[in-house]
């Protein structure tokens, strides 16, 4: 059994996904934002999901009456994991509305620790902090609790946590919080910042970008304020400020009509276009190798349009050393897509018509 998170109110979109993704696949609701299924995952190719902000692979419900015996599950789990490799621990709760759930996940943590410390303290050493993206080497150990008593317990060990690493994200429950700068020409920063953090990169001083539908300017702000270089591509003018810094080169035009006259460090684009243009956008900026990365929001103008992500799911994988398709923390009705461009000879070689720019 698999268990999936989506927003509430998303799980239809979910579960037509899983259907696209696998021919047959049933979805059960278990709750709000709480689907599952029994497909099978253990793919070479991770499958890609843009309603699922998370994923629990192999999880297996259970229950607890007290504090110590939640430890004493998690306990048990670890136990699979593989000896001397690095781990990470995500524990949450699914219920509720005030802090009754993070307190009891806060002890359910603190007697998990003890107990390791206690009995299998060379866990501790491998078990990691942080947020950074998943290496080959490292397995995921998560527990939602859907109850004070109940829950569902997963165990991703490598190799299996990096062939899903599309779908499970090294964020409790796939989320991040949306970043605030009042400075900014506009809230659609916290896009591009929350993009960087999930693809692990972000845009540094002296590299290149392409910010295409740039106006009013809030992508370009993040980039410059770093010390990058910006071609800013809109019908209409930046922020003033951002119009005046040396650092930003301005080109009044249409932004799908427009090609760097090199190929740049990254592609920001964040325009306001059908689903299908601005998918089609990404296709032809990665197959042609116009950019190193790429940050690129697809919207969407009704329910209707979610299935015209597939090309991207279909095509990416041979055109791109890493890439991600979700729906942001703070997207609205949206999807983000992000990615590594593979090299020209890696390309190649992942399939006879990844270096073409249609594709049979």
């Known amino acids: 059994m698999h268990v999936f998170l989506t927003e509430p109110g998303d799980e239809p979109f979910l579960s037509d996904e899983l259907k696209r993704t696998f021919v047959g696949a049933e979805a059960e609701l278990l709750a709000p934002g709480l689907l599952r ?24 419900a259970v229950s607890a009456a007290s504090i110590r015996e939640w430890s004493e599950r998690l306990f048990e789990a670890v136990a699979r994991l593989p000896e001397g490799q690095p781990w990470r621990l995500h524990l949450a709760p699914h219920y509720g509305t005030g802090g009754a759930g993070a307190n009891r ?7 998990f620790r003890e107990l390791l410390r206690k009995k299998r303290r060379h866990l501790l050493r491998t078990l990691e902090a942080g947020e950074a993206p998943f290496r080959e080497t490292t397995s995921l150990v998560q527990l939602l609790l859907t109850a004070p008593d109940a829950g569902f317990l997963s165990v991703a060990p490598t190799p299996l946590l990096w062939q899903l690493r599309r779908c499970v994200w090294p964020f409790v429950k796939g989320e991040l919080p949306v970043a605030s700068d009042k400075a ?45 270089r910006v ?16 650092r930003l080169t301005f080109h009044q035009g249409d932004a799908f009509k427009f090609t760097p006259p090199e190929p740049v460090d990254w592609l920001l ?19 042609e190798r116009r950019c190193r990365r790429f940050i690129v929001t697809i919207k ?36 983000c897509v992000a990615g590594v461009v593979s090299p020209a000879e890696t390309q190649l070689a992942k399939g006879p018509f990844a270096a073409d720019k249609k594709p049979v």
């Open 231 to 246: 071609i800013a591509v809109d019908r209409s003018p930046l922020r003033e400020d951002l119009m005046a810094n040396p």
């Open 184 to 228: 900014a020409p506009s809230r659609a920063f916290a896009k591009l910042v929350e993009a960087e953090q999930r693809l692990g990169l972000r845009i540094a001083a002296d590299e290149s970008c392409v910010d295409l539908g740039a106006c009013p300017g809030s992508w370009t702000y993040v980039a410059v304020n770093r010390g990058a």
């Open 37 to 60: 299924t029994d497909v099978g995952l253990q793919s070479t190719t991770p499958p890609v999901l843009a309603f699922a902000p998370q994923l629990l692979p192999d999880a297996e």
């Open 269 to 287: 684009c964040d325009v306001i276009a059908a689903p299908e243009r601005s998918v089609e956008l990404v296709l032809d900026w990665v197959r």
């Open 105 to 111: 996940v806060r002890f359910i943590r603190e007697a």
């Open 300 to 335: 969407f103008k009704g329910q209707g349009d979610y299935g015209k992500l597939e090309p991207l799911k279909h095509a990416l994988p041979a055109l791109c050393d890493e890439f991600f398709l979700t729906r942001l923390c703070a997207n609205k009705n949206e999807a």
